[in-house]
Structures are given as structure tokens and as C-alpha cells.
């Protein structure tokens, strides 16, 4: 028995043809033979073309993917082995040979449409009953998969989803390029800051170097005075003693007391002299430092900080803000002819404001803690913008004369620097790392320019500008307001639109804040605006004023400065929170 079970074991195994001996007639289970122990058929299941043993046989009759099966029992089944069904047993690789984790004397052979799971045999009968799972027998279940719809589809979609993780690792390396690009920006800020520092301390330390050589100036001048007054009084008491020893040996009496009475007079004339010489006031000197840069330096722990932001964003939702009228101070002095028309402001410190007054062919600096106008420079024409270059110097925009007007700041004073020329009406002006960005009102376009005016690039307005006022800049972005098509848009610098708020009646001035939003000054509506970077929301911030024209924000003390186009001298403070 056993060496006939062996031969048909073999047979099915390699060919599975009938079987061609008297003694080879013992037929066995082909599950149990293909997983267990060998146990006699004792049935025949004409769809599953598989003789069963006794437990399979009754086992098939109950379980629903083939209770629907054709059996034949002991009697009617085939005496010899089948060849299985082509769909299902195409040759020996198509055989199932995956054993079950759960049960790993068990080969997977089914699959759970409810759970997506293959089972085995035990895995179904504990875990999946056909009562409540939909439970496919693999091999039923497979007979049309072979270049189906189901095939196709699922191999796009395996496809689909290979080509987007690979674009996600180029998506990846682009980004971190961009990361790594901005950190060289962010090196070039960090040297030209420490620059900017530097610069600041030199002109400091210039500042006390100059103070002590004006003392020094007038020590020598003293000096030299009494060097010459007592060289004068020595040599008048030299001669004055000459003659009288002179007169003394000659014996001239009459003439020797005339000259002793004269020598007595003069001595008591330069002892006079001499007090009053020794009344100069001399003293010696020794330095002390500025505690409050020195603590400034010990309390700090950085140059500043690395913020990180997300290229690719939701819109940003502009959360709304509480404001404060916090009054309002005169910017006019005696120096303005007419009514001041303050049309650009910029911020070089939390109290150090610089503005352009239009009218008056002047900018001020204005110190914000004690609301004073404390410096005043008179230029050829009306400056209509301003723009911060370094912590010292500033670009000024003539549209009168077409010039960019640099000024420097030295010992708290307003200095006129070199000009360039510019294109004729020209309005805003903003500068960022040596780039300055310049806006022209007719024909509507921007100009990049280097810091010697050459022009670096011009974006032409076509279908994109209409009448351009102010304009604004930082790392990624130029924003510039559109008064012809009501918008305030956004350009990268390259000169791609990027972005675009619209909802503006007739958008002037603009100042950027320290999250990276746009305050914009709404002429029409006498509002405030904030918008964000991406163009995509905004809020009104203030509102009800007066034509406001220009606008400057402090992100330290959370205060926004506004001025508006009535001629009435005055500066207004909001604190938003």
C-alpha cells in the first residue's frame, strides 16, 4: 500500500494521468496529500476536479464556496487520479505554496473581500466563517485574472503611485535645494548684519576719538598761548635786568631808580599775567563706557535667529486684531514753508523713524519716544518714498527730478550722499540686499536696479500692472499696490505674479510686518488693511480715518504709524495686539 499510495502521489505530482496498474487502484485525498497526512478518497468533486477523504468530502458539502460543487461518492467517483482544471493548476508555479503566518503548517488559499486578508484553511474556519465574511477560494477566484480589467487597472494604478513617490524624492531634493539656497541667504544676512554692527561701532568709536581730539586741539592752543606770552615776559625782564645793572655800574642814580621803579611795576603786572594763565581750567580725562551697549552684547545669546517657514502653505487666515489710538504728534518745524505731506516712512530703529515730507523738499528724522522732529534735510525736489539700505543709509525717490537720493546718517544727522537717475515717473521705491526695486506709475512697470542704478531687470506692466504706486520687498516677494486695478500684487524676483488681493479701492502705501503680512493703506475706503503674504486673506486693522497715504509698522513695540492726506503736520499712533 505504501509504495502504490507513492506512485500515485508521484503520478499527480509530476503529470497527473491515470494511474496504470492493478495495484496502483488505492486512490487518496489530494489536499490531505498536499498538506497532511495521506488518508483514502472517499468522494470526488467534479468542479474541484480533487478526490477527497471523508472530513474534505462532508467538509465541501457545507462550506458555501463549494457546498454548490458536484460530488460523487465512493461508488461514482473516478478510479483513477484527474488532471486538475487549466484555470486553476496552469503547472507547477501556479500551485499555492504560501504558508500562513498565523498557522505556518498551513498553506494560504483563500482570500477575505470584507477584511482584505489571505487565509488558510484554520484561518477561515476560526476567524472568517462564510456565515459572516465573503470568503473567495484563490483558485476560483483566479481563473480570470489573466490580463483582465482588474489587471490593468491595478497595475496603473501600482504604476501611478511608483511615479509619485519617485516624484516626491525629486519634489524632496528640490526643496531641500531651496532650504540650503535660503541658508546662504541667510549667511549673506548674517555677515552683512555683523557688517552693519561693525560699521555702527566704528562710527561710535570715531565719535569718541573725534571728542577727545578737540580736547587735545585746545590744549595745544593753550599751551602755545602761554609759551609765547611767557617767552614775551621773559625777554622784556631780561632787558628790563640788562639795564639795570647797566645803569648801576655807570652810576647813573636818577636814571637807575626811574628804571628799578619800572622793573617793580612790571613784575607786578606779569604776576597778574601769571595768575591768570594758571586760572585755565586743565584737566585730565580718562573713558567710560556705554553700559548699555556693553549689557546689550552680555544679555544677547545670538546675532538673531533662523526662522523657518513652509514654501507650500494653506492660505493664511489673518487673525483679527485689537487697536488703540495712542494720539499723534506734530512733524512740522520751523524749517517747512508749507503744510507738511508725509508720503513715505521707514523704521531704522524702534524710536528712530525717518519720513519724507513731499511739500517741504525734506525728509525728517523723528524720534519716536519723545515725538520730536530732531533732524531736518532739505533736498531739490519733493521726495514721494523712502527705503532703509543699511542701518546708517537710506534711497530716497524724486519723481520731480527722476533721481534716487542716497543719505547717510552720521552723529545723529541726515547727510546727502551720491544720485542716480531713474526713468520718469517713478513712485515707490524698496530696497533688500543691495537690490533696489523701483515703480513707475505711467507707462506701469518695475525695475530692479543695482546700487549704482544699473538696471538689472524690468517687468513690464502689459495685461499685468495698470498705474503703480508703492512697492515693498524682502527675501521671496515683491509687493507692489496697483491704483488702476485696485489690487495690491505679488511678484517673486524674477518677476513672476505670484499672487494678487483684490477688494481695494485705491491701495497706497504699504509696510511690511514681522510675521511676513502687508499693511495697506486704502485711500478710498479710510482703512487699514492687513493682508497676507500670500495675497490670499485680509483684514481691515483700522478704519475710519482720513485718506491714509502712508503707513510704517514696529513689530518690537507692536505700533503702527499712519499719515494721511490733509496737510495737518501729525503723525497717528495705533498699538495692535
Known amino acids: 500500500m505504501a509504495v502504490s499510495g507513492k506512485k500515485a502521489s508521484k503520478q499527480f505530482s509530476s503529470s497527473t494521468t491515470s494511474m496504470a496498474s492493478d495495484e496502483d487502484l488505492q486512490i487518496y485525498c489530494q489536499p490531505c496529500d498536499e498538506e497532511g497526512p495521506r488518508l483514502p478518497a472517499h468522494g470526488y468533486c467534479t468542479d474541484c476536479k480533487e478526490h477527497l477523504c471523508h472530513t474534505c468530502f462532508t467538509a465541501h458539502k457545507i462550506n458555501r464556496l463549494s457546498k454548490h460543487h458536484t460530488l460523487k461518492d465512493a461508488t461514482n467517483m473516478p478510479k483513477v487520479l484527474q488532471q486538475p482544471s487549466t484555470s486553476i493548476h496552469t503547472g507547477q508555479s501556479n500551485v499555492l505554496t504560501t504558508s500562513c503566518l498565523k498557522h505556518p503548517q498551513e498553506i494560504l488559499k483563500f482570500y477575505c473581500n470584507d477584511h482584505t486578508e489571505f487565509l488558510c484553511s484554520v484561518c477561515v474556519t476560526l476567524e472568517h466563517q462564510v456565515t459572516s465574511c465573503k470568503v473567495n477560494y484563490i483558485p476560483d477566484s483566479s481563473g480570470d485574472i489573466i490580463d483582465s480589467k482588474e489587471y490593468q487597472v491595478i497595475l496603473n494604478a501600482v504604476n501611478t503611485t511608483s511615479e509619485k513617490f519617485q516624484q516626491m524624492v525629486e519634489d524632496v531634493k528640490n526643496m531641500i535645494y531651496k532650504s540650503n539656497s535660503s541658508l546662504k541667504d541667510a549667511f549673506v544676512d548674517i555677515k552683512k548684519f555683523r557688517q552693519e554692527i561693525n560699521q555702527r561701532l566704528d562710527e561710535l568709536e570715531r565719535q569718541a576719538e573725534d571728542a577727545a581730539k578737540v580736547i587735545e586741539q585746545d590744549n595745544k592752543k593753550h599751551l602755545k598761548a602761554v609759551e609765547e606770552i611767557c617767552e614775551d615776559i621773559t625777554k622784556s625782564l631780561k632787558i628790563s635786568a640788562d639795564k639795570i645793572k647797566q645803569l648801576n655800574t655807570s652810576k647813573q642814580a636818577n636814571k637807575l631808580f626811574m628804571e628799578l621803579k619800572l622793573a617793580e611795576k612790571t613784575i607786578q603786572n606779569v604776576e597778574g599775567k601769571a595768575q591768570q594763565l594758571l586760572s585755565y581750567d586743565i584737566k585730565e580725562h580718562n573713558f567710560q563706557s556705554n553700559d548699555v551697549i556693553l549689557n546689550l552684547f552680555k544679555k544677547k545669546k545670538s546675532l538673531g535667529t533662523l526662522k523657518s517657514f513652509n514654501k507650500k502653505r494653506q492660505p493664511i487666515q489673518i487673525k483679527s486684531r485689537q487697536s488703540s489710538h495712542e494720539g499723534q504728534f506734530r512733524v512740522k518745524t520751523s524749517k517747512d514753508e508749507y503744510n507738511c505731506n508725509i508720503t513715505g516712512m521707514t523704521l531704522l530703529a524702534p524710536d528712530l523713524l525717518i519720513i519724507t515730507d513731499h511739500y517741504n523738499n525734506a525728509i525728517k528724522m523723528v524720534d519716536t519716544s519723545s515725538k520730536s522732529v530732531f533732524d531736518q534735510l532739505q533736498l531739490d525736489a519733493g521726495p514721494l518714498d523712502i527705503t532703509r539700505v543699511t542701518s546708517t543709509e537710506l534711497a530716497v525717490i524724486l519723481p520731480n527730478i527722476q533721481t534716487i537720493q542716497f543719505i547717510s546718517i552720521s552723529s545723529n544727522k541726515l ?32 525695475q530692479i536696479l543695482d546700487m549704482n542704478g544699473t538696471i538689472l531687470t524690468t517687468i513690464d506692466g502689459n495685461n499685468i500692472f495698470r498705474s503703480l504706486g508703492d512697492v ?18 505679488r511678484l517673486n524676483w524674477q518677476g513672476d505674479v505670484i499672487g494678487s488681493y483684490s477688494g481695494m479701492s485705491y491701495p497706497r502705501g504699504m509696510s511690511l510686518s514681522d510675521d511676513g503680512n502687508v499693511f495697506v493703506c486704502d485711500y478710498d475706503r479710510n482703512v487699514v488693511e492687513e493682508i497676507s503674504g500670500d495675497c490670499s486673506t485680509g483684514n481691515v486693522v483700522l478704519q475710519d480715518l482720513k485718506g491714509p497715504v502712508a503707513v510704517c509698522w514696529c513689530g518690537e513695540t507692536k505700533k503702527l504709524y499712519y499719515s494721511w492726506d490733509s496737510l495737518d503736520n501729525f503723525l497717528y499712533i495705533y498699538k495692535l495686539s
Open 472 to 489: 515693498i520687498s524682502n527675501r521671496s516677494s515683491i509687493y507692489v499696490s496697483d491704483l488702476g486695478m485696485k489690487t495690491v500684487t
Open 415 to 446: 547727510v546727502k550722499k551720491h544720485a542716480v537717475k531713474v526713468d520718469v515717473d517713478c513712485q515707490g521705491i524698496s530696497c533688500y540686499q543691495d537690490k533696489l526695486v523701483v515703480s513707475f506709475l505711467n507707462p506701469a512697470k518695475l
